[in-house]
Structures are given as structure tokens and as C-alpha cells.
Antibody, heavy 118, light 111 residues
């Protein structure tokens, strides 16, 4: 069974940093690109970042480019999202999502809440 | 990349059918046959219901069906059931630099 478990969310002041982690199990992690998608309270889903299977290629939404960094450790079946220079508008539940390898995404973690507030 | 446009809400009685539209552009919905639909219950993670415009993952009831015409994709729920009450989001592949764009979301209410 595919499982994705996020951690690392919390309350942080504007300008602060957080590191989110996602532990994957139930599939061959190193074969799959991974994504982060976020959802602000009461709002819709927004794609944030993608990392390919061997971490040689990453891409970001314009709204987080230069502030967020995605990485992965295939030996530990984990993917991370480093969030720097956080803004109030970054407040959201952040989901770790598996790429389906069919130009879509399929499995989602339960999400971790990041709250940026003074 | 702008969000895909969905109606804010749709509703129907048990047993009826409802259809949710998802309108994009030639750079996303219209340019690729890679539209997915996700169901999200309150406080839960999204669940994949349709991929590749009209394919159903294992375990998804055949009451759920997808289609596409031009820049607009659609999700139809036939034989509406109480447990179908949820938010639904479409998602389209949009190219390498911004691989996915999501819809604005539609709340389905079972009357």
C-alpha cells in the first residue's frame, strides 16, 4: 500500500524558515518524481514544486521560486521542502504527492499545516 | 499559469446525475489528454477519481466518468449517493516548467 506521511509543519513568523519532510513507503520510491501541492485555508489546490526521480531536475511555481527548495534522499525514501523567507500568504496545508508517471499525480499524503503569522 | 475554471457548486438528489465542467486553455486542458479529477472530503487529502481524461483507477465506482471537448473537461457523477458529497478538483498537465494546474474546485451537494 502506497503511504506518504508529511511532517515538519508548524507556526512560524514572517521571514522565518521551516523544513517539511515526507516519508514514502509501499512503492519503489527512487523510480518516481514527487511533487508538493499546497492548499490555503478554505481555498483550492495549488501546485508548488516537482523533483524528478533522481533529483537532477527540479521546478517551482513562480510564487515560491527562490524561496523554497525541494530535495530528496532515495536511500531514506524521503522528500523534503525547505521553506525560507516565509510570507503570510504561504499559510497552507502542504501535501506530498506522487507523480503517476502518466502526466498526472495519484497518491497524496495527509498534509502538514504551515501557519505564517506574527 | 491561471487556475482552471470550475463552477463553485452543483447539487442533485440521490440517484440523479451531476456534471462538473473544467475550462482551461490550449496550453493545458486543450493541449493534452492528461486531465485528472480529485475528490476531497472536509479535512481529508484529495483522492484520485479519474486520470487521462476518462480512466478510472481501481476501486473507483463506475458512476464516475470523465470526458473532454476542446478546452473543457467534464466529470459526471451518475446515480448520486450521499457519500459523493465533497469538493471536486480537476487537474491538467500544462508542460514541463509548470507541470500541473488545478481547477478552482466545485462543491457537490447531495440534497
Amino acid at each position: 500500500e502506497v503511504q506518504l506521511v508529511e511532517s515538519g509543519g508548524g507556526l512560524v513568523q514572517p521571514g522565518g524558515s521551516l523544513r517539511l519532510s515526507c516519508a514514502a513507503s509501499g512503492f519503489s520510491f527512487s523510480d518516481y518524481p514527487m511533487h508538493w501541492v499546497r492548499q490555503a485555508p478554505g481555498e483550492g489546490l495549488v501546485w508548488v514544486s516537482r523533483i524528478n526521480h533522481d533529483a537532477t531536475y527540479t521546478t517551482y511555481a513562480d510564487s515560491v521560486k527562490g524561496r523554497f527548495t525541494v530535495s530528496r534522499d532515495n536511500a531514506k525514501n524521503t522528500v523534503h521542502l525547505q521553506l525560507n523567507s516565509l510570507r503570510v500568504e504561504d499559510t497552507a496545508v502542504y501535501y506530498c504527492v506522487r507523480d503517476s508517471r502518466k502526466n498526472g499525480v495519484d497518491y497524496w499524503g495527509q498534509g502538514t499545516l504551515v501557519t505564517v503569522s506574527s | 499559469q491561471s487556475a482552471l475554471t470550475q463552477p463553485r457548486s452543483v447539487s442533485g438528489s440521490p440517484g440523479q446525475s451531476v456534471t462538473i465542467s473544467c475550462t482551461g486553455a490550449s496550453s493545458d486542458v486543450g493541449g493534452y489528454n492528461f486531465v485528472s479529477w480529485f475528490q476531497q472530503h472536509p479535512g481529508k487529502a484529495p483522492k484520485l477519481m479519474i486520470y487521462g481524461v476518462s480512466k478510472r483507477p481501481s476501486g473507483v465506482p463506475d458512476r464516475f466518468s470523465g470526458s473532454k471537448s476542446g478546452n473543457t473537461a467534464s466529470l459526471t457523477i451518475s446515480g448520486l449517493q450521499a457519500e459523493d458529497e465533497a469538493d471536486y478538483y480537476c487537474c491538467s498537465y500544462a508542460g514541463n516548467s509548470t507541470p500541473f494546474v488545478f481547477g478552482t474546485g466545485t462543491k457537490v451537494t447531495v440534497l
